[in-house]
């Protein structure tokens, strides 16, 4: 969760890198935006409070996106009624949705929040929001697009690959991903407890539900960072770690996904000498673990299976997905 300490941060060294770049013409953005949209997010304008009351106050489940490029921003669930007339939320989807600028027109220093893929002006952030994170992201309704389903936005996957505390602090470093849930998946017990798969009699896997946007990252590049990041040729372990809960798994909910899971498991089954085992399965039902697993590496990153089973792997990991991860600073 970003603070002011962390935009300052970004002020003083720089924003953390865009999930991707969008670029348009003066010329281009004026055709595709109305005169408002584009006097808004393009030359910096300021909408008058309270344009959009309705706006202010909609806290039906939904996601924002920016209306230059469609590059995903907010979600309501981190919106509340600020009563300053502007829509506002503590937190963005994502750390690199967007960057911050330093505004010092009008006679005041203030903080500008553009979208981090297209530069769209949308508004400032302030240090006056509510806790846990204590900031204010002042919006301008116009600059955002509200979607109540986020089904053309977010996309989801469920792996299985060895402990989900590995799993999980892996996904969560690749641009695009906007939230991991470890889970159980894949066998024959409903809401099964941690204590039910650790008897490796249940036939679920742990595994980890990977919440994506397909505008950033695709279903077939996830599985490719899957196989490459835990060991898909032993059957029902992984290091230490024994039984079929353990297994390597992809689960898919389409025969476009299967085909894709597949086609990736013949690709990467050249860079391992011993054959892949990782089962292609349909996802019949995903039951999310209970919450202590979330975040457990970034929680416990000083006790000895962090220390010396995940953080190895993720370290290793960073350096050979470099290229796909997200470079927050945080
Ligand atoms: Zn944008």
Redesign the pocket.
Known sequence: MLTWNDILDYLANGNPDPPKV?ECSEEDWKKRLTPEQYHITRERGTEAPDSSPENCVNFTPGLYT?V????LLFDTKNKYNSRSGWPSFTQPVVNNAVRYMEDKTHGMKRVEVE?N????HLGHVFPDGPEPSGLRYCMNSIALVWHESSKDILATAVFGGGCFWCTEAIFKTINGVVKIEPGYAGGNIHNPSYKDICTGQTGHAEVIKVTYEPQVIDFATLVRIHLTTHDPTTLNYQGNDKGTQYRSVIFYETDKEKMAALEAIDEIARIYDNPIVTEVKPLKEFYPAEDYHSNYYERHIDEPYCKFVVEPKVVKYKKELSSLQKNVHK
């Open positions: 969008v920016c230059c490029c469609g590059n979208c893929v297209c530069g769209a």
